[in-house]
């Protein structure tokens, strides 16, 4: 089904949500019909978030909003759900529309496939209704089940529609680009060859993925890398973790914008412990680039300035190879809680893969490494 259709059926003016790349299509056609507006549509820090924001359009309005995301999001929503959205509190009607990664029988990355088997589960126990779309599912089918599922919005009742992979389109697309020049792949071999043998934590999605290619054409083990797989926004606390635990050893997190705004507390939390040990190296490239590239608000956000109030010791900024380098090199002559934000263009190879080892495996290699430095 076109995307276009799909909104229309819909009937919604206001859209609040995390891109997901099951929501591809979705996602540019909302950037087609109108960018990013506060009347109209908002990408959120994250799902809680983006509940809340459909939330306060309801009040002000009357009218039903939209909340989209990754099936992966459904942990963040759960609390503004069922204490703000419900019926027995407010009774603020939202429709859902997330993408089902890891639904059972479709072959997806191991951190989507818990998370599948429970998408549905999670939202019947939550008393939201849902209907799943798929590739077959007609206009006139969809219609009917929001005739239906508008009885339930009146009620004050929320609904969800569980996106399959492949079932909406958009013929037309978007391509998202910034005026940044580095490329992230070359800035994460940078890290890796400062970085030595000290353990990385690294960030959800493509850098992970660069990491572990990075290692490989370097003949090297992964031992010294966290991949963190899923749990977006998580990843330097993490780090802050296993900081705590050997302060005598440098502690580096390969974080991205998405992720930091995201869950950006954590930043707080770091810099109030004040940590001496940890590098927390923001690869800054102002979109969820590996979800489709549509934006963050990184790019109105000064991130340099958040790192220095919340506590950090040393904040660098880089938009070239030679700052870079030289943030690097400050970062390992001293031991003091450092961030380095790094400017990065939307970019990475085609062929680029995936790890070849499993969460579980990637875990043991990286205790059995702590292990081995302390």
Request: charged residues 20%; aromatic residues 6%.
């Amino acid at each position: 089904m076109e995307a276009e259709k799909f909104m229309d059926v819909l009937g919604a003016s206001f859209y609040a949500g995390v891109p997901d790349s099951q929501l591809k299509a979705l996602c540019s056609c909302l950037m087609r019909r109108y960018g990013i507006d506060p009347a109209h549509h908002l990408i959120g820090a994250n799902e809680g978030n983006c509940a809340a924001l459909a939330a306060g359009y309801y009040l002000a309005t009357g009218r039903v909003p939209v909340v989209y995301m990754q099936n992966s999001g459904e942990g963040n929503i759960i609390n503004p759900a069922a204490s703000l959205l419900h019926r027995d509190v407010y009774g603020i009607p939202v429709i859902f529309v997330i993408g089902w990664r890891g639904e059972p029988g479709v072959h997806d990355e191991p951190q989507h496939v818990y998370q599948g088997k429970v998408t549905l589960k999670l939202l019947e126990d939550m008393e939201i209704d849902s209907f799943v779309v798929s590739g077959e599912t007609t206009e006139e089918e969809l219609s009917e089940v929001m005739t239906r599922f508008r009885r339930q919005l009146d009620a004050g009742r929320d609904v969800a529609f569980v996106i399959r992979k492949g079932a909406l389109t958009d013929k037309k697309g978007m391509v998202f680009s910034n005026s940044h020049t580095l490329v992230r792949e070359d800035v994460i071999r940078e890290v890796v060859q400062y970085s030595g043998e000290d353990p990385i934590v690294s960030t959800t999605g493509k850098a992970s993925r660069e990491l572990f290619e990075i290692r490989e054409s370097r003949g090297e083990g992964h031992g010294c890398d966290f991949l963190t797989v899923g749990s977006m926004g998580h990843a330097s606390s993490i780090a802050l973790g296993i900081a705590g635990q050997m302060p005598e050893k440098r502690i580096w997190c390969l974080d991205g914008d998405g992720a930091v705004l995201m869950h950006m507390g954590a930043m707080g939390v770091i810099g109030a412990a004040g940590p001496a040990n940890l590098v927390h190296v923001i690869i800054n490239n102002e979109a969820h680039e590996t979800v489709g590239g549509m934006p963050t608000v990184a790019g109105k956000v000064n991130l340099k300035e958040v790192a220095r109030a919340c506590g950090y010791s040393l904040v660098l900024e880089a938009s070239d190879m030679d700052e870079l380098r030289e943030a690097l090199k400050a970062a390992t002559e001293g031991m003091q809680l450092t961030c380095i934000l790094v400017n990065c263009s939307i970019s990475s190879r085609a062929d680029l893969g995936r790890p070849t080892t499993t969460a579980a495996e990637n875990g043991k290699a990286f205790m059995e490494h702590l292990k081995h430095l302390t």
